[in-house]
């Protein structure tokens, strides 16, 4: 097994709304906010590479959306996924699986691309297996008024029109449920364990990669930077805010009794990092690049 961090292009979000409720005078701490309150972002993916099986998770926002939708965004950087692709030595037509922590934009938008005279929409990865699981796209296909404008229907449904939508079996509960912190982690019929949690989305999925002796975790939208790491420090898109605070203190607290790596798919400058226990809680302890760790 290789794996290769791919870098599907850097945006910018609103801090306020990426941190809720905290004080700007406490999240800038960690993530600084320019002239219009946006701070850094990445959409980091991570493409597998095992055997006659590349797998890609997440796919960031893809380049299909208008420039009116991407003047929300502050695109910035040289990263695109077709580059970051072609540098690990890839092309999308290569790729066997795409697997989708989540179906909000910034997750999927990649997926799909327009067709050639752009009339309609197509799977970008024509020779893949697209996943998901059954509740979270029941529930991105029905969203509800709160998550509405993060599932738009053009980066889903021509997964499923074209027959190449596959389906993960849900756990039957996920990590703030679960009484022992080892048992969290689900099968799959990919190269890796996932787990599942309810706060940001239903059933977001975290895969779990065993690596050169290391349990490496996609943290996705559980843990979007290095800065939220404080339990109380929640995204304003967090659709269970109450429920994100539990899945991470029992998600953290495994973390830093079993030493995991994690891999920050939307900090901007740190790739992975591994944490400890402290008087203050679960906090960082070390930050990595993937090549200073792996190779």
């Known amino acids: 097994m290789k794996l290769h961090p791919i ?6 979000l609103d801090g306020g709304a990426m941190f809720g409720v905290v004080p700007k005078s406490l999240w800038t701490r960690t ?12 959409a980091r993916c991570l ?12 796919t960031g926002m893809g380049n299909k959306q208008s420039d009116k939708f991407f003047g929300y965004y502050f695109p910035w950087g040289d990263y695109s996924l077709d580059s970051s692709l072609k540098k690990a030595g890839f092309h999308r037509d290569d790729v066997t699986d795409v697997f989708m ?9 990649g997926s799909v691309q327009w067709n050639k005279d752009k009339t309609g929409y197509e799977p970008a990865f024509k020779n893949a297996k697209f996943w998901s699981n059954k509740n979270h796209w029941d529930w991105a296909t029905n969203p509800n008024r709160r998550e509405k404008a993060s599932f738009l229907k053009e980066n889903i449904l021509p997964m499923q029109e074209s027959g190449q939508l596959n389906f993960i ?3 039957t509960s996920s990590i703030s449920e679960e009484n022992n912190t080892h048992d969290f ?27 050169k002796g290391k349990k490496l975790v996609f943290m996705a939208d559980l843990l979007p930077t290095t800065g939220h790491l404080p339990l109380p420090f929640v995204m304003g898109y967090d659709t ?4 994100t605070m539990p899945e991470k203190e029992k998600f953290l607290n495994a973390a830093a009794d079993n030493n995991y790596y994690l891999f920050l798919e939307h900090d901007a400058h740190n790739e992975i990092i591994t944490v400890k226990h402290t008087e203050k809680g679960v906090r960082l302890d070390q930050t990595y690049t993937f090549d200073e760790l792996f190779n």
Request: charged share 20%; proline share 5%.
């Open 185 to 211: 982690l689900a099968n799959t019929p990919l190269d890796f364990g996932t787990f599942f949690a309810d706060g940001h989305t239903e059933k977001q999925m975290l895969p779990v990669i065993q690596y």
């Open 101 to 109: 922590t989540h179906l909000h934009f910034d997750h999927c938008g």
């Open 47 to 58: 493409l597998i590479e095992n055997g006659n099986r590349l797998t890609l998770i997440d």
């Open 169 to 171: 079996n849900s756990a």
């Open 31 to 42: 993530n600084p906010a320019d002239s219009n309150n946006m701070i850094d972002i990445a």
């Open 240 to 243: 269970r805010p109450l429920l």
């Open 7 to 12: 870098e599907a292009g850097n945006f910018k």
